[in-house]
Protein backbone atom coordinates (compact mmCIF):
# COMPACT_ATOMS: atom_id res chain seq x y z
CA UNK A 1 0.00 0.00 0.00
CA UNK A 2 1.25 3.32 -0.81
CA UNK A 3 0.96 5.80 2.10
CA UNK A 4 2.30 9.12 2.56
CA UNK A 5 2.67 11.41 5.69
CA UNK A 6 4.20 14.78 7.06
CA UNK A 7 4.96 16.78 9.95
CA UNK A 8 2.41 19.06 11.70
CA UNK A 9 4.13 21.94 9.77
CA UNK A 10 4.75 20.49 6.15
CA UNK A 11 8.32 21.11 7.13
CA UNK A 12 9.48 17.87 6.89
CA UNK A 13 7.26 15.01 4.43
CA UNK A 14 7.45 11.64 2.81
CA UNK A 15 5.98 8.92 0.82
CA UNK A 16 6.59 5.23 1.50
CA UNK A 17 5.46 1.68 0.65
CA UNK A 18 3.98 -0.43 3.61
CA UNK A 19 2.41 -3.37 3.99
CA UNK A 20 -1.03 -2.83 6.22
CA UNK A 21 -0.73 -5.94 7.67
CA UNK A 22 2.81 -5.00 10.01
CA UNK A 23 0.82 -2.08 11.82
CA UNK A 24 1.70 -2.48 15.43
CA UNK A 25 1.06 -0.09 18.65
CA UNK A 26 4.01 -0.22 21.05
CA UNK A 27 3.32 0.13 24.91
CA UNK A 28 6.84 0.82 26.42
CA UNK A 29 7.57 3.56 28.58
CA UNK A 30 10.15 5.21 25.77
CA UNK A 31 7.36 5.64 23.41
CA UNK A 32 5.03 6.90 26.12
CA UNK A 33 7.60 9.34 26.97
CA UNK A 34 9.10 10.23 23.56
CA UNK A 35 5.69 10.44 21.87
CA UNK A 36 3.95 12.18 24.67
CA UNK A 37 0.66 9.68 24.62
CA UNK A 38 -0.20 6.80 26.49
CA UNK A 39 1.36 4.31 23.36
CA UNK A 40 1.98 4.82 19.76
CA UNK A 41 1.47 2.97 16.54
CA UNK A 42 4.39 2.08 13.85
CA UNK A 43 4.47 0.45 10.70
CA UNK A 44 7.62 -0.52 9.42
CA UNK A 45 9.25 0.53 6.20
CA UNK A 46 12.17 -1.25 3.71
CA UNK A 47 14.93 1.93 3.63
CA UNK A 48 14.20 1.29 -0.35
CA UNK A 49 10.42 2.08 -0.06
CA UNK A 50 10.11 5.23 1.70
CA UNK A 51 11.32 8.37 0.25
CA UNK A 52 12.03 11.87 2.31
CA UNK A 53 11.86 15.60 1.73
CA UNK A 54 13.16 18.02 4.07
CA UNK A 55 15.49 16.87 7.03
CA UNK A 56 14.37 15.84 10.23
CA UNK A 57 16.88 16.34 13.14
CA UNK A 58 16.93 13.25 15.00
CA UNK A 59 17.61 12.14 18.36
CA UNK A 60 20.10 9.18 19.07
CA UNK A 61 18.59 6.81 21.72
CA UNK A 62 20.29 3.83 23.87
CA UNK A 63 18.73 0.68 23.92
CA UNK A 64 18.98 -1.40 26.95
CA UNK A 65 20.62 -3.90 24.57
CA UNK A 66 23.42 -1.18 23.55
CA UNK A 67 22.33 -0.85 20.10
CA UNK A 68 21.91 2.82 18.96
CA UNK A 69 18.46 4.28 17.68
CA UNK A 70 17.70 6.99 15.53
CA UNK A 71 14.24 9.03 16.62
CA UNK A 72 13.32 11.33 13.34
CA UNK A 73 11.21 14.33 14.00
CA UNK A 74 10.81 17.58 13.33
CA UNK A 75 13.09 20.24 14.58
CA UNK A 76 10.12 23.16 13.85
CA UNK A 77 7.25 21.52 14.84
CA UNK A 78 8.19 18.60 17.37
CA UNK A 79 6.15 16.11 15.26
CA UNK A 80 7.77 12.05 15.34
CA UNK A 81 8.11 10.67 11.84
CA UNK A 82 9.81 7.62 12.31
CA UNK A 83 12.96 5.72 13.68
CA UNK A 84 15.80 3.04 12.99
CA UNK A 85 19.08 1.69 13.46
CA UNK A 86 21.69 4.32 13.76
CA UNK A 87 24.29 2.41 11.50
CA UNK A 88 22.95 1.23 8.08
CA UNK A 89 19.45 1.04 8.59
CA UNK A 90 17.40 -1.63 6.85
CA UNK A 91 13.87 -0.68 8.11
CA UNK A 92 12.48 2.52 9.24
CA UNK A 93 9.54 2.39 12.01
CA UNK A 94 7.01 5.42 10.62
CA UNK A 95 5.01 6.90 13.12
CA UNK A 96 1.31 6.46 12.39
CA UNK A 97 0.15 9.97 13.14
CA UNK A 98 1.75 11.31 10.68
CA UNK A 99 0.43 9.07 8.20
CA UNK A 100 -1.96 10.68 5.90
CA UNK A 101 -3.76 7.14 5.84
CA UNK A 102 -4.08 6.42 9.36
CA UNK A 103 -7.45 5.75 9.97
CA UNK A 104 -7.27 2.66 7.28
CA UNK A 105 -4.32 1.26 9.20
CA UNK A 106 -5.40 -1.07 11.95
CA UNK A 107 -2.69 -2.26 14.47
CA UNK A 108 -2.56 -6.03 13.96
CA UNK A 109 -0.19 -6.20 17.77
CA UNK A 110 0.16 -4.33 20.97
CA UNK A 111 3.84 -4.81 22.28
CA UNK A 112 4.91 -4.33 25.95
CA UNK A 113 2.33 -4.72 27.24
CA UNK A 114 3.41 -4.78 30.44
CA UNK A 115 4.22 -0.75 30.98
CA UNK A 116 0.71 -0.49 29.39
CA UNK A 117 -1.39 2.19 31.00
CA UNK A 118 -4.10 0.06 33.12
CA UNK A 119 -7.17 1.85 31.62
CA UNK A 120 -6.22 1.85 28.02
CA UNK A 121 -7.66 -1.25 27.56
CA UNK A 122 -11.09 -0.18 28.33
CA UNK A 123 -10.69 2.88 26.12
CA UNK A 124 -14.43 2.02 24.71
CA UNK A 125 -15.65 2.41 28.78
CA UNK A 126 -14.67 5.97 28.45
CA UNK A 127 -17.35 8.99 27.99
CA UNK A 128 -16.90 10.00 24.08
CA UNK A 129 -17.29 13.28 22.71
CA UNK A 130 -17.38 13.95 19.06
CA UNK A 131 -14.96 17.28 19.45
CA UNK A 132 -12.88 19.32 21.57
CA UNK A 133 -12.55 19.41 25.63
CA UNK A 134 -13.84 22.05 26.68
CA UNK A 135 -14.25 23.61 30.45
CA UNK A 136 -17.83 22.90 30.21
CA UNK A 137 -18.80 19.37 30.38
CA UNK A 138 -18.97 17.55 26.98
CA UNK A 139 -21.97 16.41 25.33
CA UNK A 140 -20.97 12.59 25.55
CA UNK A 141 -22.13 10.27 22.51
CA UNK A 142 -24.47 7.71 24.23
CA UNK A 143 -22.39 5.00 23.09
CA UNK A 144 -21.86 2.75 20.19
CA UNK A 145 -23.30 3.35 16.48
CA UNK A 146 -25.74 0.95 16.60
CA UNK A 147 -26.30 -1.07 13.41
ZN1 LIG B 1 7.20 20.15 11.11
ZN1 LIG C 1 7.98 1.41 22.27
Redesign the pocket.
Same mark, same amino acid.
Given at each position: MKIDGQCHCGGVSYEAEISPDTVIV #???S? #?QTISGAPY?ANVPVKVENFTLHGTPKTYVKTADSGNKLALAFCGDCGASLYSSKLENPVILNLRLGAVKQRAQLAPKGQ??CRSAMPWVFDLDAIPKSQDQTSSHRPHYSTGRTRG
Open positions: #CHCD #CRYF
